[in-house]
């Protein structure tokens, strides 16, 4: 729990309005690129918001596809502000390298998304009271495992799902440690599994993620925050001595000067300066694609 608090005081410190008008400029040029990055990548894509039966409740989503042709899965778990504009950006810029895409709402027992348009508008003093619950909703004890095994079958239900080849799943966040959930959960249909500033990787709890590699299949990748690491400085042994224990392979990197948040466009301001570095998140998506043609082809 602490360290998903530090996760949401970074994910939530905002400046003033010059500042956000900045952070707003920002977010255009991000989203810009991406989708500029999507149309290079060959695949028109279609976007479907979809619904999807949980035990406990139904989740709705978004469904992006190539517009022709089975393509392998890929499941999304969104960050500490949920599904959202920018959310689907990443979804559509995935499909675009030719996967079959769910970017579900991870706070559908409190609701339908968005519950956030634009991260970069949070104020961490008056949203922290609506952001904490929707955040305990999708990590409390179980649930991460069953939304994993719906979303899932949901992707392998899909025409636009090719069945025969492994499914790949990302986390930004508060998503990181979703995706390590997933990966142990459904290990025999996750090929490939990516996590970017997760937080909460590594913990004292008898149930944190990095102890669950012996029931991964899954080739993994962790992009560790700069000052992520500077918090817990062990985390990334500890993620490296877990996985090579359990022999499944998995890469740890630090990204030096990259803060807790940097794949992700709307991020909020911290200390006068975007949060969002695009040379990072680009070194990071180089790493996402690469890890997904190896594994899930």
Not at 30 to 58: C, F, M, Q, R
Not at 142 to 150: P, W
Not at 239 to 267: N, Q, T
Request: hydrophobic share 40%; aromatic share 8%.
């Amino acid at each position: 729990m602490d360290n998903q608090k530090n996760q949401l005081k970074n994910d939530t410190q905002t400046g003033d309005i010059a500042r956000r008008d900045l952070v707003a400029f920002s977010v255009a040029a991000g989203l810009a690129a991406n989708a500029g990055s999507a149309s290079a990548a060959g695949h028109d894509v279609v976007e479907t918001d979809v619904e999807i039966k949980t035990p406990d409740g139904t989740c709705d989503a978004a469904f992006i596809h190539p517009k022709t042709g089975a393509h392998p899965g890929v499941l999304i778990w969104p960050d500490a502000f949920g599904l959202r504009p920018s959310m689907r950006e990443i979804g559509k810029r995935i499909a675009a390298e030719g996967y079959s895409v769910l970017v579900p709402n991870p706070f559908y027992r409190k609701g339908k998304a968005p519950f956030f348009t634009d991260a970069s508008s949070v104020n961490f003093q008056t949203d922290r009271p609506k952001i904490q619950p929707l955040m305990d909703s999708a990590t409390a004890p179980g649930n991460a495992e069953k939304d994993a095994v719906a979303y899932v079958g949901f992707l392998d239900a899909q025409k636009e799902v090719n069945k025969a080849k492994k499914i790949g799943t990302q986390g930004y966040c508060m998503g990181g440690p979703l995706v390590v959930r997933t990966a142990a959960t459904v290990p025999n249909r996750i090929g490939a599994g990516a996590s970017f500033h997760g937080g909460g990787l590594v913990t004292d709890s008898p149930n944190s993620p990095h102890l669950l590699a012996p029931k991964i299949k899954a080739r993994m990748y962790f992009g560790v925050a700069s000052n992520d690491d500077e918090r817990q400085p062990d985390a990334k042994d500890k993620l490296k001595e877990a996985f090579a224990a359990a022999k499944v392979r998995a890469e740890i990197e630090v990204y030096s000067g990259a803060l807790h948040g940097w794949c992700v466009p709307d991020m909020p301001m911290q200390n006068g300066a975007p949060i969002y570095n695009k040379p990072a998140a680009e070194r990071a998506w180089g790493k996402l694609v690469a890890l997904y043609k190896a594994a899930l082809a």
